[in-house]
């Protein structure tokens, strides 16, 4: 299940989110999670407003 492209596409379409067609496709393929990785977000940091921080010290 979900082997090509083109059937995740029908789900995404379908209105399923891609997270859980992430999870589907791990259960259905039956792979096994060994180590969960580690998920960074992305932070904007405004150093104009910030100039005596020691980030924008370091970004110099």
């Known amino acids: 299940?979900?082997?090509?492209?083109?059937?995740?596409v029908r789900l995404l379409k379908a209105g399923i989110d891609g997270k859980t067609?992430?999870?589907?496709?791990?259960?259905y393929n039956n792979f096994k999670i060994v180590h969960t990785p580690l998920l960074f977000e992305l932070v904007e940091i405004n150093t104009e407003?910030?100039?005596?921080?020691?980030i924008s010290q370091e970004a110099k």
Do not use: C, G, H, V
């Open 1 to 8: 299940m979900l082997e090509t492209p083109q059937e995740r």
């Open 49 to 54: 407003e910030n100039k005596n921080s020691a």
């Open 21 to 27: 067609i992430e999870k589907l496709y791990i259960i």
